[in-house]
């Protein structure tokens, strides 16, 4: 299991996601361009000493993601508020990608395409949507609940 950020451009939640990452042993792949730099004091705060504990993989672009997806066959599991699937609804696979978009603008249309499953966390109508790394935990929890026990 993986957790991709798409452009992310707030470092306290990057930061946040990638503390989650580290606690429960998931990759993490950040693809450019972010809008901070990882020297950033937001970012180095809500990661804390946990950053040395994850494994972040830098993609220069969208295109170099794809790239390497494509070279390891992993499938790409877009959480947006533009899904119809409910995620909990959906059937994890250990070499899943959890992408996620950039907390200002979402992912272009190219990633929504290239997204072999577009997945939501449904909330309350009339409401906009959930922090991304509130989203990031909830949806990490579930993919890992059912690939850690496939019975349920």
């Not at 946990?50 to 170099?64: A, G, T």
């Not at 959480?79 to 070499?95: E, G, L, P, W």
């Amino acid at each position: 299991m993986q957790i991709a950020l798409f452009q992310p451009d707030i470092p306290q939640n990057t930061g946040t996601i990638l503390r989650l990452c580290a606690c429960l042993g998931i990759a993490a792949h950040i693809i450019e361009p972010a809008g901070f730099p990882v020297s950033d004091r937001h970012f180095r705060r809500a990661g804390m000493d946990y950053l040395d504990h994850v494994s972040i993989v830098r993609h220069d672009s969208w295109s170099k993601f794809e790239e390497w997806r494509a070279a390891h066959s992993y499938r790409l599991l877009l959480f947006t508020t533009k899904a119809a699937t409910d995620y909990r609804d959906f059937h994890y696979q250990t070499s899943d990608i959890l992408l996620f978009g950039r907390e200002s603008a979402g992912v272009t249309d190219a990633v929504v395409e290239a997204a072999d499953a577009r997945l939501v966390i449904p909330i309350s109508p009339g409401l906009r949507s959930l922090n991304v790394a509130m989203s990031a935990a909830m949806a990490a929890g579930e993919a890992l609940r059912q690939v850690r026990n496939p019975h349920d």
